[in-house]
């Protein structure tokens, strides 16, 4: 158990809608990162939220935006749903937005598997 | 801009043998961590081992050990008297130590498979 529950674990929507992805992060982390991992493939960074401001972004649209809330816990929305973006979500925890030689460990939570159709 | 690679996309190892999976990456940064995670079936990452750069001495827990090659820049994991329990897909991943965010650079990932 790492402390980093999502929700839903899995959906399904069609092409053009809007999805909402939860996530809450651990006790006393204030980081909160999504990634993107498509089938078969190793996860890509989204982006960062940092005592709710955006942190950091990678290399995705507009259309992926996040938020997150003053307990830091946080949400990932994506607009106008493509076939491409079916993939397991995941969402990272971590004590503060920095790397450091320890303390600062990155936990996992299970993913969402969103589908489109 | 920081690459990794995992060039063995499935491997396989008898219970209580020994495996080595590799992993290469590309980075001018000086300043960086090395990860490995492991990823069962119920999809969540899990820490496996932490490497930081600048540590000439390979990272190791309990059964999980690293071989750091700097100059190489090579980062495998070797995993002794394998277990069941050791089934999954493993990713190696690259943090820039210098960066704004503690984002992580995966590969692409090797599923091991323990047989009994």
């Known amino acids: 158990e790492t402390g980093v529950t999502q929700s839903p674990t899995h959906l399904i929507k069609t092409r053009g809608q809007q999805v909402t992805l939860r996530c809450s992060s651990q006790s006393g982390h204030n980081t909160v990162s999504w990634y993107q991992q498509a089938l078969g493939q190793g996860p890509q960074f989204i982006f960062q939220?940092?005592?709710?401001?955006?942190?950091g972004r990678g290399n995705f649209p507009p259309r992926f935006s996040g938020l997150q809330f003053p307990n830091y816990s946080s949400e990932l929305n994506v607009n106008a749903l493509e076939l491409d973006d079916s993939a397991l979500y995941l969402c990272?925890?971590?004590?503060?937005?920095?790397?450091?030689?320890?303390?600062?460990?990155?936990?996992f939570g299970e993913g969402s598997w969103l589908t489109v159709v | 801009a920081q690459t990794v690679t995992q060039s063995q996309p499935e491997m396989s190892v008898q219970e209580a043998e020994t495996v080595t999976l590799s992993c290469t990456y590309d980075?001018?940064?000086?300043?960086?961590?090395l990860f490995w995670y492991k990823q069962p079936p119920s999809r969540q990452m899990i820490l496996v081992i932490r490497?930081?750069?600048?540590?000439?001495q390979n990272a190791t827990e309990n059964r999980f050990s690293v071989n750091f090659q700097k100059a190489a820049k090579s980062f495998s994991l070797k995993i002794s008297d394998s277990q069941l329990g050791d089934t999954a897909m493993y990713f190696c991943?690259?943090?820039?130590?210098?960066?704004?965010?503690?984002?992580?650079?995966f590969g692409t990932g090797t599923l091991l498979a323990v047989q009994p």
């Open positions: 991943a690259f943090m820039n130590g210098g960066g704004a965010t503690n984002k992580l650079i």
């Open positions: 980075t001018s940064e000086s300043n960086y961590y």
């Open positions: 990272a925890s971590s004590k503060d937005r920095l790397p450091s030689s320890s303390g600062n460990t990155i936990y």
């Open positions: 939220y940092y005592r709710e401001e955006e942190n």
């Open positions: 490497q930081e750069a600048y540590k000439q």
